[in-house]
Structure formats: structure tokens, C-alpha cells
């Protein structure tokens, strides 16, 4: 089992990270994502140039035809950045479009494919271990088409995307999956002020949106399986975030360490200072390798796949936190300070710990699969 990135995903890598380090350093996310609208058409428009958005199309309607690795590789990086665009999320609406027998995936991957539309998900995994209040959404079949009813929370980017991938109950049971323009009638925004701000965060309020069949992926059949994929590759995908913010706070604060300097030496000559470094290195690695196995399972079996998300969620969950808190302290007082960027990092981990299920919800699931 090879826990090392190839060549070729070393060069993709690599190149995703000049172009975000080179158009979206920290300033532009701090003057776009928190002191301004968090838009930013020119650095779309680059990535879509560049085939970003099709990375995961197949490569039959346009796309690169990559796989969960390389998705894990743009994560990592979006994490890294911290991208305040819908390219992650629109990365896993096209796998699970291309996985659909929908008659009208062909257009829509083509469209993703291109960057012209952007997509999100609205997926409520399991309410019960992670957001109990929210309400379930239900679909109900007319003549021509689906009318949805009902809320779904923390969608990320929301209208700030042009499609939305939404789970809903059916009203022979099971869940479906519709593609819902983002500013369908009957479908409300109300942004939830999260705290990470370069993924602001909606509640999707359904009051009577009516919707084409064609929006129902899987037709009138359930669709549950579909959903359970989805719904973990958005947890395997916050997981490769939070590893690249988390690897990202552990360069800055190394960098800091040899740097700063008190009673004539740097601050990482002492050994109270190295420990902390060592201990968020630690972390940070072993976070790196349960993701990068968590990368190897999403094609595969559902039950592993199941396992090995959950491992990773959970492993990057309080390590995130840790990481964050003990790069805080490292760089003392200025650490503290919002002027300081390694908020973007922390409050892009302590989020994603928390969606769709934190690390105890991650470790009960595991247990109740093994035991």
C-alpha cells in the first residue's frame, strides 16, 4: 500500500499550489473572503482555464477523468490556501453526477467540466450524531416534475454557487438526489455567519420549489446508496482540507520558531518550543496517513469506505484542533491577534471538525462497524 503521492500527482500538486500561493496569497483571502464579498470572477475564470473544475469529469464529456487521490490532492490544497471559491464542492457534484444514470448528465457534466456552473451539496449525512433541529427535506411527485420541501443547514458557498446537489426523502421511502439551481423559486438563502469565512455557510429554506423530473438524478428510484457516497466523499474531502490547513499552520509556525528571536537566540533553540513544534508535526503526519488511506477506499467497498472516512474525519478532527492551538502559542501574543493569519487555519479546521459529524460521532460509527 503506497502512502506516498506519485509523480504526476506531485506535479498536480505543485501546480494548483503556485497558482493559488501566486493569485490568492493571504492578503487576497483576507481582503476577499472576510473584508469583502468573498468573489472573485478573475481567479475562477484562471482555474477554470487551467481545467480545474474538470478534474474529476470524465473525460468523455470534457474533464481529466482523476480520481479520489487527485481529489484528495486539490482538498489538501484548498485547505493549504484556504480557497474561498466552490472548487472542492464542485469537484464532488460531477463524481456523483457522472455516477448517476441521469439522461441529462451529459450537458451538466460538460458545464462543470468548463467552469461556466459551479455546484455545491446539501447533504445531511446522519442529523442525528451531528445536527438533531434540522428538519428532514421531502419530495413529492407531480405530473411534471418534483416540488421539495423542507431545510437543509451549513451548505456550503450556497447561492454563491449556481447548482445545488440536494438530498430529499421520496415519498415511497428511501432519499433521492436533485440538482437544484441555487436560485430556483421557492428555494431561500439565509447565511449563518459561520466562522470560517472563506466557506460562508447557508441554510437551504424549501418552501414548494418546483423542479423538472430530469432534476431527479436517479428518477423516481431511491437513491441511497448514491447518497452515502456522496455524503462521504464530502467527509473525506473536509478531512484533506483540514490536513492541508493543519500542514500549513505547522510550516508557519516552524518558520516562526527559527526566526524569532528572545534573550538572543531563536525561539526554537529551547526546547519547551521544540517539543510543542514536534508534537504538531506528529499530528499532522499521522492525519496525512489516515487520509491518504481514507484516498484509497473511496472507490471501493462501501462498508471500508465507510470505515476509513470515518477514521480520517476523526483523525483530523481534535489533532486539527491541536495543531491550531499549539501554533497559537507558539507564536505568542501576535498569535493571538486577528492580525495574524493563522486564523484563517484554525477556524477553516474547528468547522470542518464539526460538520457532519465530529471525531466522537467519527469514533462511534467506527466502533459500531468493528465491534
Known amino acids: 500500500m503506497d502512502f506516498e503521492l506519485s509523480e504526476d500527482q506531485v506535479m498536480l500538486r505543485d501546480g494548483l499550489r503556485a497558482l493559488l500561493r501566486g493569485s490568492c496569497d493571504l492578503d487576497h483571502v483576507r481582503a476577499t473572503a472576510y473584508d469583502g464579498d468573498a468573489s472573485d470572477p478573475g481567479l ?39 480557497l474561498f471559491l466552490p472548487l472542492v464542492t464542485t469537484l464532488l457534484a460531477a463524481r456523483a453526477v457522472a455516477a448517476s444514470p441521469a439522461p441529462a448528465r451529459e450537458e451538466l457534466l460538460a458545464s462543470l467540466a468548463s467552469g461556466a456552473r459551479t ?34 443547514d451549513f451548505v456550503a458557498f450556497g447561492p454563491r454557487a449556481d447548482l445545488c446537489l440536494m438530498e430529499a426523502r421520496l415519498p415511497a421511502g428511501g432519499r433521492g438526489l436533485f440538482v437544484v439551481p441555487t436560485d430556483a423559486a421557492g428555494l431561500t438563502w439565509e447565511d449563518l455567519g459561520s466562522m470560517d469565512q472563506t466557506v460562508r455557510r447557508y441554510r437551504a429554506n424549501l418552501d414548494g420549489a418546483e423542479l423538472p423530473a430530469s432534476a431527479a ?29 493543519c500542514g500549513r499552520m505547522v510550516q508557519m509556525t516552524a ?35 489516515a487520509v491518504y488511506y481514507a484516498a484509497l477506499t473511496v472507490d471501493g467497498d462501501a462498508e471500508a469506505r465507510s470505515v476509513a472516512v470515518r477514521m480520517a474525519k476523526g483523525a483530523t478532527a481534535v489533532p486539527g484542533t491541536f495543531v491550531a492551538t499549539q501554533a ?18 484554525m477556524k477553516r479546521v474547528k468547522t470542518n471538525e464539526l460538520l457532519l459529524g465530529d471525531g466522537n460521532a467519527s469514533n462511534r460509527r467506527i466502533a459500531d462497524a468493528v465491534l
Not at 437513491?223 to 490547513?245: M, N
Not at 526554537?268 to 499530528?283: D, E, H, I, L, P
Open 44 to 82: 475562477w475564470e484562471e482555474l477554470a482555464a487551467a481545467g480545474w473544475p474538470g478534474l474529476t469529469v470524465p473525460e468523455e464529456h470534457g474533464g481529466a477523468g482523476l480520481g479520489p487521490e487527485e481529489l484528495m490532492v486539490v482538498a489538501m490544497e484548498a485547505g493549504a490556501c484556504p
Open 119 to 152: 455546484a455545491t451539496l446539501a447533504l445531511s449525512g446522519s442529523p442525528d450524531e451531528w445536527n438533531r433541529e434540522q428538519p428532514a427535506t421531502v419530495a413529492t411527485r407531480f405530473a411534471d416534475g418534483w416540488v421539495l420541501n423542507g431545510r437543509h
Open 217 to 245: 438524478l436517479y428518477g423516481d428510484g431511491a437513491a441511497d446508496a448514491a447518497v452515502e457516497q456522496a455524503t462521504d466523499e464530502l467527509r473525506f474531502a473536509l478531512a484533506a482540507e483540514s490536513v492541508g490547513a
Open 255 to 289: 518558520d516562526y520558531a527559527k526566526d524569532r528571536e528572545q534573550f538572543g537566540r531563536p525561539i526554537g533553540s529551547y526546547q519547551a518550543v521544540k517539543v510543542r513544534v514536534a508534537q504538531m508535526a506528529s499530528a499532522f503526519e499521522r492525519m496525512t496517513a
Open 328 to 345: 497559537i502559542h507558539v507564536h505568542g501574543a501576535i498569535g493571538y491577534t486577528w492580525e495574524h493569519d493563522l486564523h484563517f487555519f
